[in-house]
C-alpha cells in the first residue's frame, strides 16, 4: 500500500504531475522524495501527515506535497531531480523558473515543530520580486504604522502579535489565517519599547486587536498559544474563510435565498437545544424514512434498534419519550416481517389520539440554524442527537437493560453506523463514514470510549470539509470544542497543538448532557387527545433547510404515494412542501378504508347482530328442546 492517500492533506505528486505543480508556481513547495520500501519513510510518514495538517491553511503560501520514488513511473523523475536518499526533503521557491530542482533540507532534526519553522525561514527568504502572491508580510510591523491604526474606523479587524524576536507565533498566526477574509494579522517585536508603552503591553506574546469600529485593546486568551490565538481570531464576529465565488453569493443570515426573510434566533453556543433535536427527529421519521415505502429485513432490524436506542436514551420532553417508547412496543410487540413505512407515520402522527404523544411537525432550527436554507439544518441535527445519545448511555449505564444492548459499549455507534448506511439521504457522507467505523469502531471497549470515537471522528470530518462548498461561512468547520468552550481541553506539546482527551470527555458529558439541553424555542403546540380523527388534507412540514445538498433530498419518486409535493392555492394563501393527498374516510395503522368500506362494515356489523339473536332465541324454543331432548345422553 502507498504511504499516502487522497484523504491525507498532502497533495500527491507523480512525474506527470510534479514539474507543472512545483515550477512556476504561485505558492512556495515542500516536497518529500519518498519511497515506499523505506522503513524510516512509513515511520516518518504520521508526522509528514501530522505537518502537513498543521500547516493545511498556509497553502497559498507554501503546498505540502509527496512522490514515492519507488513507483515505477517515478524512477525517472526522481533520477532527474537527484534523489539519492530517502526521504529527502526538497523547498522549491514560488515563480521558480530555473528548474534547479530546489534546495535539500539536510539537517537531521525532522521533528514537526522544526521543519514548520523552516518552512517559515524559507518563506522569509524569498524577495519582493518572487515572494508567494497569496503570503501577506512577514516581516515587523513599522510601529508608527500600528499606532496610526488608533481610532481609525475600517472595514475590517487589524490584530497585531507583539513578540520577542525568536518567536514564531506570529508569523504562523499570520499563516494560519491566510485564507480568512474580515481580518489583517500582523506582527511586531517587544524590542520596540515606545510601542509596547502606547499599547499598554507588559507580557508577551500577546494580541492587540484593532476594531472596524475604531476601538481597540489587548486580546484576553486563557493560554498564550498559536492554537488560542488562532482560533479566538477566526472566531471573531465577520471573520470568515473565504469563498468560491458561487458561495460568495449566498445569503446573508436571515435571508432564506428566496428573498424571503427568515427570523434569526439568538442562541448561545454552549448549549444544545431541544429544537434542533426535535426537528431533527421530525425530519428522519417523517421525510428521511418516508423514502422507504416498507421496511423489511436488515432495513427494519436496524430501524427497530434505532427506536430502541432512541427510546431507551432520548433524554427529551415526556410527550416525545412516550412517542418512541409506543413506537418502540409497537415494533417489538408486530410479529410482522414486513411494515408499510405508512403504518410508522401513523403512529408518529399519533392517528389513534392517545393521550400525551406528540412529536411536532414545525421545523426549528436553532443552534443548527444555517446562514441560508441550503446550509446546516439536518445533518447538524443529527450528529447532536448522535452526540447526546453517546453521552446518555455513557451517563445512565442501565438505560439499555432488557433491550438486547445491554453492556454493550458501541450500542450507540454501531445502531448510529447502521442509520447513515441504510437510510441517511446523503450517500457519500455514509460511504465516508462506514470507513471510518471500519478503521476503528472496534477498538472502542467502555462506553466513555464510545463518547470520544464520535468526537474524534467528527473533527476528522471536520477536518475534510473546512472550506468546502457545505461549511456555512458564519459556522466554519473547525475542530471542537474551541478555545473559547474549553480552554482546559487544549495543550501544546513540542510546538503541536494536542487535545487534553481527559478534559474533553468531562467537557462532552457537560455539553451534551441532558440539563445542558435548552427549551428556547421548542414549539408547545399540543394538539387535545380524543376520538381518531378522519385524514384531512395536512401538510408534513419539510424542514426548510433539512437538507445540506441536492445528495441529502429525497427524491420525487422516492416519496411515498399518498404524498406529494402539491402548491395549494386558494383564498389568497398559498402553501408549498409535501402535502398528504386528500382522501375520503381513514387511515389505520397504514390501512387505508373509504366511506363504501366503512359503510359495508356497518351493514355486516347490524347482520351479524340481527343472526347471533334469532340464533339464539332459536336454540332456546320449545320445538327444539323437545326434538333433540336426549336423557341417556
Ligand atoms: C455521519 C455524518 C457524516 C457526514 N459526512 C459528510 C461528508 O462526507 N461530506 C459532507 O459534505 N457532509 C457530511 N456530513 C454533513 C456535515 O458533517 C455537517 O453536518 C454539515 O455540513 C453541517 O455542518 P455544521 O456547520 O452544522 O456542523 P456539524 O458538523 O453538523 O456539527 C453540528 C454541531 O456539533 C458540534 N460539533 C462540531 N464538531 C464536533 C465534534 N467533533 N464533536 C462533538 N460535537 C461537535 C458543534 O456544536 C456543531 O455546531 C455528514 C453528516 C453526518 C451526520
Not at 426535535?278 to 418516508?290: K, P, Q
Not at 400525551?356 to 411537525?361: A, M, N, T, V
Not at 457519500?428 to 474524534?456: I, P, Y
Request: hydrophobic residues 35%; neutral net charge; contains cysteine.
Amino acid at each position: 500500500a502507498r504511504l499516502y492517500t487522497e484523504e491525507d492533506p498532502v497533495v500527491i505528486l507523480s512525474s506527470d504531475s510534479l514539474k507543472q505543480s512545483v515550477f512556476n508556481s504561485s505558492s512556495a513547495w515542500l516536497l518529500q522524495f519518498y519511497s515506499s520500501w523505506c522503513g524510516h519513510c512509513i515511520q516518518y510518514s504520521a508526522t509528514w501527515k501530522a505537518l502537513a495538517g498543521d500547516v493545511k491553511d498556509w497553502a497559498q503560501a507554501i503546498r505540502i506535497g509527496v512522490l514515492d520514488c519507488a513507483h515505477e513511473k517515478n524512477f525517472d523523475i526522481c533520477k532527474e531531480f537527484g534523489i539519492h536518499f530517502y526521504p529527502t526533503f526538497r523547498y522549491i521557491k514560488a515563480h521558480d523558473t530555473t528548474n534547479d530542482y530546489g534546495k535539500t533540507y539536510h539537517g537531521a532534526d525532522r521533528e514537526l515543530q522544526t521543519v514548520r519553522q523552516l518552512m517559515v525561514n524559507f518563506l522569509q527568504n524569498h524577495t519582493k520580486q518572487d515572494w508567494p502572491v497569496g503570503c501577506p508580510p512577514l516581516d515587523p510591523a513599522r510601529s508608527e504604522d500600528i499606532l496610526s491604526l488608533m481610532g481609525k474606523k475600517t472595514e475590517f479587524y487589524t490584530a497585531v502579535i507583539v513578540e520577542d524576536k525568536d518567536s514564531y507565533i506570529g508569523r504562523e498566526v499570520i499563516l494560519d489565517l491566510l485564507p480568512y477574509e474580515g481580518l489583517a494579522v500582523k506582527r511586531t517585536l517587544s524590542s520596540d519599547k515606545l510601542l509596547m508603552e502606547e499599547l499598554g503591553i507588559t507580557s508577551v506574546p500577546s494580541v492587540y486587536l484593532f476594531h472596524p469600529n475604531g476601538t481597540h485593546t489587548i486580546m484576553n486568551v486563557q493560554k498564550r498559544l498559536r492554537f488560542f490565538f488562532s482560533s479566538f481570531l477566526k472566531l471573531l464576529p465577520g471573520v470568515h474563510r473565504k469563498q468560491s465565488t458561487s458561495s460568495l453569493q449566498r445569503p446573508q443570515p436571515g435571508n432564506n435565498g428566496q428573498g424571503t426573510q427568515v427570523e434569526w434566533k439568538v442562541f448561545e453556543k454552549s448549549k444544545v437545544y431541544m429544537a434542533d433535536l426535535e426537528s431533527g427527529l421530525h425530519y428522519l421519521l417523517r421525510v428521511e424514512l418516508a423514502t422507504h415505502k416498507t421496511l423489511e429485513g436488515e432495513e427494519l432490524k436496524t430501524f427497530k434498534d434505532f427506536v430502541t436506542v432512541v427510546a431507551k436514551l432520548f433524554p427529551g420532553r415526556q410527550s416525545v419519550v412516550k412517542l418512541l417508547e409506543t413506537l418502540l412496543e409497537w415494533l417489538v410487540s408486530l410479529p410482522l416481517e414486513k411494515i408499510p413505512y405508512d403504518a410508522i407515520l401513523d403512529l408518529v402522527n399519533n392517528k389513534m389520539r392517545i393521550s400525551g404523544l406528540y412529536l411536532s411537525e414545525q421545523v426549528q432550527w436553532v443552534g443548527c440554524q444555517g446562514s441560508s436554507v441550503a446550509l446546516r439544518g439536518y445533518p447538524c441535527s443529527l450528529w447532536t442527537l448522535f452526540h447526546v445519545l453517546t453521552v446518555q448511555a455513557a451517563s445512565r449505564p442501565d438505560a439499555l437493560a432488557n433491550t438486547g444492548f445491554e453492556d454493550d459499549p458501541l450500542a450507540v455507534l454501531q445502531t448510529m453506523r447502521r442509520y447513515i448506511g441504510t437510510f441517511f439521504g446523503c450517500q457519500e457522507c455514509g460511504k465516508h463514514f462506514e470507513e471510518m467505523a471500519q478503521e476503528s469502531v472496534n477498538q472502542v471497549k467502555t462506553v466513555d470510549e464510545a463518547v470520544l470515537w464520535l468526537w474524534r471522528k467528527h473533527n476528522q470530518v471536520n477536518a475534510r470539509l473546512a472550506g468546502s462548498m457545505s461549511e456555512d461561512p458564519m459556522f466554519p468547520k473547525t475542530q471542537w470544542p474551541t478555545p473559547d468552550l474549553c480552554p482546559t481541553c487544549h495543550e501544546e506539546q513540542e510546538g503541536l497543538h494536542v487535545w487534553n482527551e481527559q478534559m474533553v470527555l468531562a467537557f462532552l458529558k457537560q455539553h451534551y448532557g441532558a440539563s445542558n439541553i435548552s427549551l428556547k424555542y421548542s414549539s408547545n403546540s399540543q394538539p387535545e387527545p380524543g376520538p381518531p380523527a378522519p385524514d384531512k388534507p395536512k401538510a408534513i412540514t419539510k424542514p426548510n433547510n433539512g437538507h445540506l445538498n441536492q445528495n441529502l433530498k429525497p427524491s420525487p419518486d422516492s416519496i411515498p404515494k399518498h404524498q406529494k409535493r402539491t402548491e395549494i392555492s386558494g383564498a389568497g394563501e398559498k402553501l408549498t412542501g409535501v402535502q398528504i393527498e386528500a382522501r375520503p374516510g381513514m387511515t389505520f395503522l397504514g390501512l387505508g378504508f373509504s366511506s363504501l368500506d366503512m359503510s359495508l362494515c356497518v351493514l355486516l356489523y347490524t347482520l351479524s347482530c340481527v343472526f347471533l339473536m334469532f340464533m339464539f332465541f332459536f336454540f332456546r324454543s320449545k320445538r327444539w328442546k323437545a326434538r333433540n331432548y336426549r336423557p341417556y345422553v
